[in-house]
């Protein structure tokens, strides 16, 4: 039985597409808003972090009304790092929106989106935005979407899909690049035609799809998921079915159905339906609610492995304690286990020493997210190096490999593809559109991208691109150089001072300023040279009453290097850690004594020869 009335459809697309900004103009055109209400741009980017960095981090739901017909929407995120919100929020749909750059074309994550979601048999509706961009080449860019489809076994119906041009910012589109823009009609309507209703048996014994768990204050726990087939009631007694094969009875307290970006009150729900159901404690991500009396769970929802670990320990530096709300190693066990239980691409694993964890996730986009939400969290702790995931396989070491997508002006393409030449990268396609830019597509190991984007950006002077996509494991590729350069370390704790900066800024660049407060082992710059070099950082000028030859030229002092999160992960080495605060984050040596570093260096040596 198909429920005419209804239709689900996530908008899938690479990061920076359009993919939120579409949402906004189909709620404004569907009559959510009133006309004189103050929204803001990005509406469904509700967290701080998304506003921020503008991204998408979060799937997120919201429903419009095209006459009596309801349309559930879904904004998923468009980074790979993110590809366990993907993964799970295309189970909850009929049909995808993809939506891709006029400019840029299908990238990395664009190819990974929608690799999910022919493999699921979902029918496509092409997007093709910001036909108003200078550089657009809508045409060119529609043909590399059907080689993309074709070269991902789209079937014959998924091939034929329909498309459309558009200009998200401005709410416009049109079918035909030769007709002027009008409004999102004909692509609520192309929704309606391509995306097939939902199917299923409102009599049959009940199945719901669970693909998020988000807590609430008043509510408990918040189950959300898609009815596969089956009533849901308010009030009604279901069978919890986790993924050991377990079974638990609960009722639901409280149903809801989207209405805009609301949650509205339901008595009941049909089969297709996206519902959120309060009551359901103890429910895990991809698990299913099923018929109390007779439960027939559905199969769990699987996502990708993960290809890269962090280490996350106690901070033991010096400064501990003094702006963290949750300092202990229980504080961050539970806050650590508890993001599990809510992002299925996430793993963690105790280790032999309470105040470590190893935590197992997609990229460092992923771990440098955590780690943000952390320490506004009040967190405080200290992370290490990311370390790719090897697995053996036939007697030998495979690690994973991945496929960058580089776009850089034709002038930096020398420096580009040698850089990458020194960590195994190996180029397997270049296409120059004629417009002064090359893409490059490069399989290179994971290790070999870890610390290369600031480097990327500053051969390129920040005008190239450069996106990832996990390709597969394979043999290990032998030692690649991290880092090219040493640290300077701190060799006593106190204050920074002018006078010991002036002197220092020659050997390297600096990470602090006048008046910053150091310890013993603390990283203050990059050494221009490849070893480390401690250094008196406090040290004052002695008053005494020789005269100066010259005053102290403190109008030389070079203002420091201040880096975000993700180029402090890029930045250290195995031997580094980033120190994490509310208030800052500090980089420095795993081991803070001088003696201690060189005992663990030659033991490292010594292992290394045995």
Not at 8 to 14: G, M, S
Not at 542 to 566: C, G, I, V, W, Y
Request: include cysteine; charged fraction near 30%; hydrophobic fraction near 40%.
């Amino acid at each position: 039985m198909q429920q005419q009335n209804l239709r689900n459809i996530a908008i899938v697309a690479h990061v920076d597409h359009g993919k939120t900004t579409l949402v906004d103009a189909l709620l404004w055109q569907s009559g959510t808003f009133r006309d004189n209400e103050t929204v803001n741009e990005r509406v469904m980017d509700s967290m701080d972090l998304e506003r921020e960095k503008g991204i998408t981090i979060m799937a997120k739901n919201t429903a419009i009304r095209h006459g009596d017909m309801k349309i559930n929407i879904v904004d998923t995120p468009g980074h790979a790092d993110f590809g366990g919100e993907v993964e799970r929020t295309l189970r909850m749909v009929d049909g995808i929106m993809l939506l891709v750059d006029a400019a840029e074309g299908p990238l990395p994550q664009t190819r990974f989106v929608l690799s999910k979601a022919l493999a699921l048999g979902l029918p496509a509706i092409v997007v093709i935005n910001k036909i108003d961009r200078q550089d657009a080449r809508p045409e060119e860019v529609l043909n590399e979407v059907y080689d993309l489809f074709i070269d991902l076994d789209a079937n014959d119906e998924q091939i034929d899909f329909p498309v459309l041009y558009a200009v998200a910012k401005d709410g416009q589109c049109t079918t035909d690049l030769d007709e002027p823009l009008g409004n999102l009609d004909p692509l609520v309507a192309a929704i309606i035609e391509t995306v097939p209703a939902p199917i299923g048996d409102s009599d049959a014994s009940l199945q719901v799809l669970v693909t998020d768990v988000k807590p609430d204050a008043y509510l408990g726990p918040i189950a959300r998921g898609r009815v596969v087939r089956g009533t849901l009631k308010q009030k009604q007694w279901v069978a919890l079915c986790h993924r050991d094969g377990s079974t638990e009875k609960k009722q639901v307290t409280a149903l809801f159905v989207n209405e805009g970006l609301d949650r509205a009150d339901a008595k009941e729900a049909g089969p297709g339906e996206v519902v959120e159901v309060a009551g359901m404690g103890g429910i895990g991500l991809g698990e299913s609610l099923a018929d109390a009396e007779a439960p027939q769970p559905l199969k769990p929802l699987h996502v990708d492995e993960p290809t890269l670990s962090m280490e996350f320990r106690v901070n033991d530096s010096p400064f501990a304690g003094r702006d963290g709300k949750y300092v202990t190693s229980r504080n961050l066990r539970d806050r650590l286990f508890k993001e599990v239980e809510t992002n299925l691409a996430m793993r963690v694993e105790e280790t032999e020493s309470p105040d470590r964890y190893l935590v197992f996730g997609r990229g460092e986009l992923q771990m440098a997210i955590l780690i943000e939400q952390m320490r506004r969290e009040g967190y405080e702790f200290a992370v290490g190096m990311p370390q790719v995931i090897t697995k053996e396989i036939d007697g030998k070491t495979n690690e994973p490999f991945e496929t960058a997508t580089i776009d850089v002006p034709e002038e930096y393409m020398g420096v580009v593809i040698e850089k990458l030449g020194m960590r195994k990268g190996q180029m397997t396609k270049m296409v120059n559109h004629g417009t002064g830019r090359v893409r490059l597509e490069v399989e290179i190991p994971s290790r070999g991208l870890i610390g290369y984007r600031t480097e990327f950006l500053t051969d390129t002077k920040g005008t190239g691109l450069l996106t990832h996509l996990f390709l597969a494991f394979r043999p290990w590729a032998g030692p690649i150089s991290h880092r090219a350069t040493g640290a300077l370390v701190s060799d006593r704790a106190g204050k920074a001072t002018p006078y010991a900066i002036v002197g220092l800024q020659e050997r390297g660049e600096l990470f602090v300023a006048p008046q910053d407060e150091v310890y013993d082992g603390m990283l203050i710059g990059e050494n221009s040279r490849d070893q480390d070099l401690e250094a008196n950082i406090t040290k004052e000028k002695k008053l005494t009453n020789h005269r100066a030859a010259a005053a102290d030229n403190f109008e030389k002092l070079t203002p420091p290097r201040r880096m975000s999160l993700e180029e402090a992960i890029e930045f250290i080495r195995e031997d580094e850690l980033i120190e994490i605060t509310p208030s800052a984050f500090r980089l420095r040596k795993r081991y803070l004594n001088t003696h201690d570093r060189k005992r663990a260096m030659m033991q490292q040596k010594a292992e290394a020869a045995a």
